[in-house]
């Protein structure tokens, strides 16, 4: 299974080499926008748009709405992965 990570363009660091900082849940890392820039849509223009990232790269422009429900479903997702290693925990040293 592969898992996009929305994250916001906020520094094209590289237009030449297609890289720009992407913000994601406050963490900021370069990733390649190759694939998301075109004529139409030059590295310069992808200033501010939401992005689904994987292994370092922007696959793809989603809405701000989109990137916000991800994030959040995500962040559930992560709580859930707690209370299960919570769980087993509890089963190791109460068998």
Known sequence: MCL?????????????????????????????????VDDEHPPESCLGDWVLIHVGFAMTRINEEEAARTLELLHELGELQEEFQAMKNSEKENP
């Open 4 to 36: 996009g990570i929305p994250g916001k363009i906020v520094e094209i660091t590289n237009a030449e080499n297609k890289l720009a900082l992407v913000d994601v849940a406050g963490v900021k890392r370069e990733v390649n926008i190759v694939c998301i």
